[in-house]
């Protein structure tokens, strides 16, 4: 086979229209194979000679897309001291773009004979491996360009590709739980109904079915155990796995672009599926063992472990850094995907021991002309010392907003000396990000997300019910924040399922009308159950795939209600936060941005707050504080809106505000059903009932206005026969 000498960049295999050129990096090597595998599996090894600042490359002007390949590393094998070369072990380029295959667990994937830690394996394991691919790097976008949603008109849906579409009737049978599932037109027209703005995918990198699952008849569901952060997952390929996965996804990007709809990924750079110093040796840890992981100090046999899954990417590397970046400007450059959630991000920021925001991967973020540029979202947590960073990550980065999460479950379900917290949470979370110069739209908002209890299962569970795991029910969060409203499990008591269906309609609209970003989690606004299954990372099932054929229509056109409400009122999608001062009204009344006010409609006082059994809060937003142009040069205008959460287990009688906050009041959302047919206008300071466990919205009255969009009310009005433990009656 010709060979000639290629180019050290861009790492991994690239296809240039002729040829291909491969590069690798290793420190450690003494010598680089390159080996290439025909259909039969028949291997042609190639030696890789050139070497230029440790990484080894090679132009083969004969090799064509779909061609598949690995490597095989010769260097020091002494665990000891943190080295694990071994050219018995074939392994998967780093920077493979796409992954033929599966590993199947044999014991030659292990450099030690199993049972005997201390030992060696020089057994070949290149039969049992997984394959990088050459792919055709070039496809045809159409002109496609990325919606580029401001934060502060953003929705995000936090899908599965497969859990979403496995079970859609109207997506080919050959088509279900893939990214051409996905993209699907019955499922865009589904997200377009809800108003989502941004789709992010729980992982699609090539990533490892851990064998303790399999051995159980399960999987890794989830897919947080990558082994390949270029590669699309192939197993999500309606077409196939040679590259096919690569033109699959782009179709899938280019067909969300053209409904406006954004592609967010879901990336877990924190860890590889090689595990702690008992794994398997599939890619790094056979290239540049010490380079690629942060391993003990003073014990390089074993791994520093942030994340609970055996090994942490080593952030104090320029090279694994370098992996990470090249890894993170492909997905936006080529395959044209508009953000990031990083997985357990607080790993990547420990250069050293703790959580530090000054290091060196927040600068390359912060630096890089490409990555900076795009949605940037933490989880901003791991099992680390000091890992709870909520609030803490740099001015440039959103955040999942845990403490939103547990503020709302506690507030609906009841608990005591809330009104505080939840006020903030509700408004933005200023005490988290206003002091590092960040907006509201820093806070990601969510109520429930794929780890945890769907929302039909959080008003319908006390207690975690994961027996499916194999584990005893020992796994998964034991406090959830969740109440099951009066029974556990599925039931027939028509208060109890109208009970469950008003909360889950009080959590949707408390996330939708809530100050910063809302994510929904996929199947939420359906009603999907997960039989209190709070931790379905290895149930790859009915249990967890959305069941469309069971679906709560109610709900959905509550949630897409909502949504619109949202969309049509910038009061509830501001980019800054309220400052509590008076702003110019007609002919210079004043009134607050925000005022908080008590069921009597006077202004909430100190001790209101101090209250610790007070349940029921209203708050006044201005439409007067919102002003200015937005981005198409319209002049933004609102009018006033009252909300009122009750979350007693008792009706309220509220006194509306006096006529300085609106002559006259509209109710354009009542969780509880009762005021939402009203076609009567409210006057100012009169009285109103706010039934037990149920959120209003009322808007200032206008006559030059048309009357109030019923749709809600309509949604409301709809019944359909219930899912077990579920229900949309009233």
């Known amino acids: 086979m010709e060979v000639w000498p290629g180019n050290a ?53 004969q090799i064509q897309p779909g061609q598949k390949y690995g490597y095989r590393v010769t260097g020091l094998y002494d665990p000891e001291q943190g080295q694990r070369g071994n050219p018995n072990k074939l392994l998967l380029d780093p ?116 064998s303790t699952l399999l051995d159980q008849g399960l999987s890794n569901y ?122 357990l991000a607080s790993t990547l920021a420990r250069e050293f021991y703790d959580v530090d925001k000054l290091s060196t991967f927040f600068e390359l973020i912060q630096q890089d002309p490409v990555v900076s540029q795009v949605k940037l979202i933490a989880e901003p947590w791991d099992i680390g010392p000091g890992g709870y960073q909520v609030g803490n990550f740099p001015p440039q980065w959103t955040e999942w907003n845990g403490k939103y999460r547990d503020t709302v479950r506690d507030f609906w379900r009841g608990e005591p000396s809330t009104l505080g917290e939840f006020a903030s949470r509700l408004t933005g979370s200023a005490d988290l990000y206003e002091k590092s110069g960040r907006r509201p739209v820093a806070s990601i908002n969510f109520v429930t997300a794929h780890d945890g209890f769907t929302i039909a299962d959080l008003v319908s569970y006390n207690d975690k019910h994961n027996e499916a795991n194999g584990e005893g029910n020992n796994d998964g969060e034991s406090h959830n924040r969740s109440w099951n409203c009066g029974v556990e499990g599925p039931t027939e008591d028509p208060k109890v399922l109208g009970l469950r269906a008003r909360q889950q309609r009080n959590f949707i609209a408390t996330l939708l009308l809530s100050q910063g970003v809302p994510m929904l989690l996929h199947g939420d606004e359906l009603g999907r159950t997960q039989q209190g299954n709070n931790n379905t990372y290895c149930q790859d099932s009915e249990l967890s795939w959305v069941h469309w054929d069971a679906v709560d229509k109610p709900l959905v056109e509550f949630t897409a209600a909502v949504n619109r409400l949202r969309a049509d009122h910038p009061t509830f999608r501001r980019s800054r936060f309220f400052d509590g001062r008076p702003v110019l009204r007609g002919q210079g009344d004043k009134l607050p941005d925000i005022v908080w006010l008590n069921v009597d409609g006077r202004e909430m006082l100190p001790d209101d707050w101090d209250s610790g059994f007070g349940r029921t809060i209203g708050v006044f937003f201005n439409g007067d504080s ?66 037990a466990k149920a959120l209003m919205v009322l808007r200032a009255h206008s006559a030059q206005e048309e009357e109030p969009d019923h749709s809600v009310a309509a949604s409301l009005a709809e019944r359909v026969s219930p899912m077990p433990g579920l229900s949309s009656e009233l």
């Open 9 to 61: 960049y861009p790492l991994g295999a690239t296809f240039d229209g002729n040829g291909t050129n491969f590069a690798i990096f290793s420190e450690v090597a003494e010598s680089v194979q390159l080996c290439l595998f025909d259909d039969d599996g028949t291997q042609t090894s190639v030696a890789v000679v050139e070497v230029d600042g440790y990484v080894w490359h090679c132009y083969l002007p």
């Open 95 to 210: 920077y493979a773009k796409a992954v033929a295959g599966k590993i199947d667990w044999d014991p030659s994937l292990f450099s030690y004979n199993l049972g005997d830690p201390d030992s060696k394996n020089d057994a070949d394991s290149a039969p049992h491996m997984m394959l990088g691919v050459v792919i055709n790097p070039f496809f045809d976008w159409d002109g496609d360009r990325s919606p580029r949603t401001p934060y502060h008109h953003s929705v995000i849906y936090e899908a599965h590709v497969k859990g979403l579409t496995q079970l859609h009737p109207d997506v080919p049978e050959e088509q279900r739980g893939t990214y051409a599932g996905v993209a699907h037109p019955s499922v865009i027209e589904h997200l377009k109904k809800l108003g989502i703005t941004a789709i992010e995918l729980m992982p699609v990198h090539q990533f490892v079915q851990d």
């Open 222 to 343: 989830w897919g947080y155990n990558t082994i390949g952060f270029f590669a699309p997952h192939n197993e999500y390929s309606s077409t196939g796995d040679l590259g096919q996965q690569v033109q699959d996804f782009k179709a899938m990007v280019r067909a969300l672009h053209l409904a406006d709809i954004e592609v967010i990924l879901d990336v877990v750079y924190n860890h590889t599926a090689e595990g702690n110093h008992l794994g398997p040796t599939l890619s790094f840890r056979g290239i540049d063992n010490a380079a690629y992981y942060r391993l003990m100090d003073g014990d390089e046999k074993h791994y520093m472990d942030y994340t609970g899954t055996g090994n942490s990417l080593n952030v104090r590397n320029p090279h694994a850094l370098q992996l990470l970046m090249d890894s993170l400007r492909y997905w936006v450059t080529e395959m044209h995907v508009d953000g990031f959630r990083f997985d």
């Open 626 to 691: 919102i002003s200015g142009v937005d981005r198409r040069g319209h002049q933004i205008t609102d009018v006033n809106f009252l909300l009122y959460f009750n979350a007693h287990d008792d009706v309220v009688e509220l006194t509306l505000p006096s006529k300085d906050y609106a002559p006259k009041w509209d109710v354009v959302i009542d969780t509880a059903g009762v005021h939402a047919d009203d076609a009567v206008t409210l006057g100012s300071s009169a009285k109103i009932a706010i039934e």
